[in-house]
């Protein structure tokens, strides 16, 4: 049984940084992609940043947002800077078909 916890959110000022973390917990491995996705009020889960093989991320993130795992401790990281009210949501992880339960991401004006 694969399980994710996040950690780190909480409430911010606008230009301001978080740092997410996702435990992860069970049979996977070290190599398996780890992804974050949020959801704003009133709006689908989207995207943000996966990281595998390769890193990727979302247009509305990316030179704002870094992704980065840590092995040794099986967590993965979102590093999150100038952050905009509009990056406000719940911010989850997922690893295959394995979702955690979310975090609240507040970014004020």
């Known amino acids: 049984q694969v399980q994710l916890v996040e950690s780190g959110g909480g409430l911010v000022q606008a230009g301001g940084s978080l740092r997410l973390s996702c435990a992860v917990s069970?049979?996977?491995?070290?190599?398996?992609?780890v992804a974050w996705f949020r959801q704003a009020p009133g709006k689908d889960r989207e995207f943000v940043a996966s990281?595998?093989?390769?890193?990727d991320y979302a247009d509305s993130v990316r030179g704002r947002f870094t992704i980065s795992r840590d092995n040794a401790k099986n967590r993965v990281y979102l590093q999150m800077n100038s952050l905009k009210p509009e990056d406000t949501a719940v911010y989850y992880c997922?690893?295959?078909?394995?979702w955690g339960q979310g975090i609240q991401v507040t970014v004020s004006s």
């Open positions: 997922r690893l295959e078909t394995y």
């Open positions: 069970g049979r996977v491995s070290s190599s398996t992609a």
């Open positions: 990281i595998g093989n390769i890193i």
